[in-house]
């Protein structure tokens, strides 16, 4: 089994998809679902359309469904970098003793509630929440409301349409079915979700144009983020939708930023100026060292974004749906990567390296060298997802994605001699690439079973498999790994002992997941 679905995952690389989910009024109406929970019965998604709306009626609409399910897990998983059954992503590197331990939960959290308002035909507005809490490790009933979408569109004609807040974002939109309505396999493969967004679609025959632009926020938790507004150029994104029959389409898009980063020694408020001035009157200042200062003291600029090729076929019972993506800090703009810029310094970088061994005075300066860097990630996803009903009441899936990153070199490793020694009484934080190690790559796979004893009533089964590969510092592989300190000008050096490598936690951590529920679907 564990075979097939990996040969899944690699036909996902092989061809290129993508998929429409924003939601649309008066448009024509479509086999394909546009819904961003594909978790409903299948039979549902094409009902309460609005275009039987008489113009300038307002009409209100309950939306959305209760959901409860049962996880387990037989050991560690994360869910954007915090250990979390709700949303999980990917599986944490084992760094204590109870990161073996398997645990479980009962969670009502991830269900939706939300509100449309129309306008006749030409105006509608959007509101949905859950009540998940990703940053949490125990989800309970203090969890707060989160937002999923909040936005308006406006449709002057048949043909066009735009749309202002917080929806599906217009890059990446393809979600692989999935019953976990926190995630959708969220850092495997699918690398797209919300966004703050202004935008417009324009539709001509088949194809159906969209473009906006965005915040480079992302939404992982309910808490605001309010360092978004730092960064004043917003996401650009723009996408092509081709219908060519009403069971299949074809999509592409692409988004771009500049990020802005800096020391945080300076105040970005005030232009790169250092947080305490210094007010000493310096006699020998030079045009050169002023220069220099200000060098030190400015912000970088980082070049982020991707592009993405997906599809979705309906065909009778059976559907399938995939997407291909690749970019460049695409967790810095997104919630869905497995590695945001890296921030370090020279002297780290050297001290990481194979030659973190070197001593004297070469090796002294270089690893005294605090000269900040901003690596740039660039990452490689893919998922795919088939779904067939075999009747009325039964269903079954399965799904497979992979996100890689493709220059690992940049990525920030984790000493061995920072790894926690595994006592159950203490805790690491998970995001600490220094302890943890950067991630390398993240695979996800498993499948799916559903019983839909009514039209609104279903519940589900599904498995996940999911596997993550964690960067080291290079100087512990290998024959470096024995050396203790070596002096190049003297060519004299010291063993050290490495120590058991079934002591030292692994780079590599697999974990199995289950959950067991069900929803039911109240929209009016």
Do not use: Q
């Given at each position: 089994m564990k075979h097939l679905f990996l040969g899944?995952?690699?036909?996902?690389?092989?061809?290129?998809?993508?998929?429409?989910?924003?939601?649309?009024?008066?448009?024509?109406?479509e086999s394909i679902p546009k819904d961003g929970t594909p978790l409903y019965p299948s039979k549902t998604f094409e009902k309460n359309q609005d275009h039987q709306t008489a113009p300038g009626e307002i009409k209100f609409r309950l939306t959305g469904m209760l959901k409860t399910d049962f996880a387990y897990a037989n050991q560690s998983v994360l869910s954007f970098g915090f250990d979390n059954l709700i949303g999980p992503t990917v599986a944490k590197r084992q760094i204590q003793a109870r990161d073996a331990e398997p645990r479980s939960g009962i969670f009502p959290t991830s269900s939706l509630l939300g509100a449309e308002i129309s306008y006749g035909p030409k105006a509608k507005a959007i509101f949905e929440a859950d009540f998940v809490d990703v940053t949490k490790s125990s989800v309970g009933a203090e969890t707060k409301p989160r937002v999923r979408q909040m936005y308006f569109q406006y449709n002057p004609t048949t043909q066009f349409q735009i749309f202002l807040g917080r929806t599906w974002d217009l890059f990446a939109g393809v979600f692989p079915q999935s019953y976990n309505a926190s995630a959708f396999m969220s850092a495997s493969g699918n690398i797209g979700w919300q966004r703050e967004q202004i935008?417009?679609?324009?539709?001509?025959?088949?194809?159906?144009?969209?473009?906006?632009?965005?915040?480079?926020g992302f939404h992982n938790d309910p808490n605001v983020k309010t360092n978004i507004?730092?960064?004043?150029?917003?996401?650009?994104?723009?996408?092509?939708?081709?219908?060519p029959s009403t069971n299949l389409l074809f999509t592409t898009s692409a988004i771009g930023t500049k990020l802005k980063v800096s020391d945080p020694n300076t105040d970005s408020s005030r232009d790169g100026l250092p947080l305490h001035a210094d007010q000493s009157l310096n006699q020998l200042q030079t045009n050169q060292l002023t220069f220099s200062q200000k060098n030190k003291n400015q912000r970088s600029t980082l070049d982020s974004g991707g592009i993405s090729f997906g599809f979705v076929w309906k065909q009778g019972n059976f559907e399938s749906r995939g997407e291909i993506t690749y970019g460049t800090n695409l967790t810095s703009i997104t919630s869905s990567g497995i590695a945001p810029f890296q921030t370090t310094t020279y002297g780290e970088e050297f001290t990481d390296s194979k030659f973190g061994f070197l001593s004297g005075g070469y090796a002294t300066d270089a690893k005294a060298n605090s000269k900040k860097k901003f690596e740039s990630p660039k990452e490689v996803t893919g998922f795919l997802s088939l779904n067939y009903d075999f009747s009325k009441e039964f269903g079954f899936g399965i799904h497979g994605g992979i996100s890689k990153i493709t220059n690992p070199e940049v990525l920030v490793g984790a000493d061995h001699n920072l790894l926690s020694i595994s006592r159950s009484d203490q805790f690491q934080w998970t995001s600490n690439p220094k302890v943890m190690g950067a991630i390398k790559e993240n695979l996800?796979?498993?499948?799916?079973?559903?019983?839909?004893?009514?039209?609104?009533?279903?519940f589900f089964l599904q498995t996940d498999v999911f596997r993550t590969y964690y960067k080291d510092v290079e100087r512990y592989q290998g024959i470096s790994s024995h050396i203790g300190s070596y002096d190049l000008i003297l060519q004299t050096g010291e063993w050290r002992e490495p120590g058991n490598k079934s002591e030292r936690s692994s780079a590599v951590t697999e974990s199995m997941m289950i959950r067991l529920g069900g929803l039911f679907r109240f929209d009016a």
């Open positions: 899944l995952i690699c036909v996902v690389c092989s061809i290129g998809y993508r998929s429409t989910l924003i939601a649309e009024t008066n448009f024509k109406e935008g417009l679609w324009y539709k001509l025959g088949d194809f159906k144009f969209g473009s906006a632009i965005g915040t480079t507004e730092r960064n004043t150029m917003p996401t650009i994104a723009v996408r092509l939708d081709w219908t996800n796979y498993g499948f799916r079973m559903n019983y839909d004893p009514e039209d609104r009533i279903r």
